[in-house]
């Protein structure tokens, strides 16, 4: 079996976990709502406006700190957007954790797949 068909396969045990079902879920709830999809898209607008000017080097009025700091409380306010915030994070990790076992593999630090708890790649 090839790298590419090694890949595939772990993006189809990956998209069956727990973790990518409920960020599917939370996805389509964000999706589905129009406030919370309107708000995260105002948010993410206006900090990339502000970003953008602090890497061009200018000076951020205090009115446009306000609005970011009054529009990030209502982020953190919204459930549905917190709900896909979170589901997010655990999928993320879910890949990471994939990833470390993949490096491990790599630096020769893995027993096999049945795992002995003998080696620093089973920890």
Do not use: H, P, W
Request: charged share 25%.
């Amino acid at each position: 079996m090839s790298v590419t068909e090694k890949a595939q396969e772990l993006g189809f045990a990956l998209r069956e976990t727990n973790e990518a079902k409920q960020l599917q879920v939370a996805e389509m709830d964000l999706d589905n709502d129009n406030t919370s999809r309107q708000l995260i898209e105002e948010f993410q607008q206006l900090f990339q406006k502000l970003q953008k000017a602090q890497e061009d080097g200018k000076d951020i009025a205090q009115n446009e700190l306000d609005e970011f700091n009054a529009l990030q409380e209502k982020v953190k306010a919204d459930n549905i957007i917190q709900n896909y915030f979170a589901a997010q994070q655990r999928f993320n990790q879910l890949l990471q954790e994939a990833n470390n076992v993949i490096n491990q593999v790599l630096r020769g630090e893995s027993c096999s797949t049945d795992c002995c708890d003998g080696c620093s790649g089973c920890s």
